[in-house]
């Protein structure tokens, strides 16, 4: 069955400690890359969308990349509010996507 | 600019029970999409209406049902609740006019408790 995977399932943060989280989607045929940010206990927020291998998009201290694989959420000097789960979610037409688990961010001032 | 509206927030039902979910997508969307939200799991896909009609289903067995309104709101039904079906239920809406993958709004969801 098609899968996304992402890594790692929680992440501990200093304040301006810059990391990267990881996407990966085992299907074929993928038509977008979806991110999104979900605070507890409410709905996914839409981030980004990306649509073929080599494409970035930025916002304020997030940028997204992807490749023929996997794609990248990297978080530029995260502050405490950039704490929350961020959720990878893969397209393959426009009726269904795939989410992955999401990664648990913490940024400790 | 109202967003995708859930009601209600909260839920408390009994085992074997019934339920009824309700949804009012974004202004401008005429398509619903209903996800099931385990705890510390990502959104898993039940199913999708367009047009008045459910147009793709996830794994989900025939007690989860659901209904799209001439006004697009929708409305996700569960027969005979088991203790599995706790779970966080979200609706999301999209808009068709752009190309596909058509992203979706979420609403907050409905946190159903099944005792």
Redesign the interface.
């Known amino acids: 069955e098609d899968q996304?995977t992402?890594s790692p399932e929680a992440l501990r943060l200093q304040e301006g400690e810059s990391s990267s989280l990881n996407c990966s989607y085992t299907v074929s045929g993928l038509?977008?890359l979806?991110w999104?940010r979900q605070d507890p206990?409410?709905?996914?927020?839409?981030l980004f969308?990306l649509y073929s291998a080599g494409e970035e998009k930025e916002k304020e201290r997030l940028k997204a990349t992807l490749t023929k694989k996997e794609s990248f959420l990297h978080i530029t000097a995260p502050k405490p509010e950039d704490s929350a789960t961020y959720?990878c979610?893969a397209?393959?037409?426009?009726?269904?996507?795939?989410?992955?688990?999401?990664t648990k961010l913490n940024v400790k001032p | 600019d109202a967003g995708v509206t859930q009601s209600p927030t909260h839920l408390i039902k009994t085992r074997g029970q019934q339920v009824t979910l309700r949804c009012s997508p974004k202004s401008g969307h005429d398509t619903v999409s209903w996800y099931q939200q385990a705890l510390g799991q990502g959104p898993q896909f039940i199913f999708q209406y367009y047009e008045e009609e459910e147009r793709q289903r996830g794994n989900f067995p025939d007690r989860f049902s659901g209904h799209q309104f001439p006004n697009y709101s929708s409305e996700l039904n569960v027969n005979a609740l088991l203790l599995g079906d706790s779970a966080l239920y979200l609706c999301a809406s999209s808009d068709r006019s752009g190309p596909p993958p058509y992203g979706y709004t979420f609403g907050s969801g409905t946190r159903l408790t099944v005792v």
């Open positions: 996304v992402q038509r977008g979806f999104y206990g409410k709905g996914p927020e839409f969308t959720l979610a397209g393959y037409n426009f009726n269904k996507f795939y989410f992955g688990s999401g």
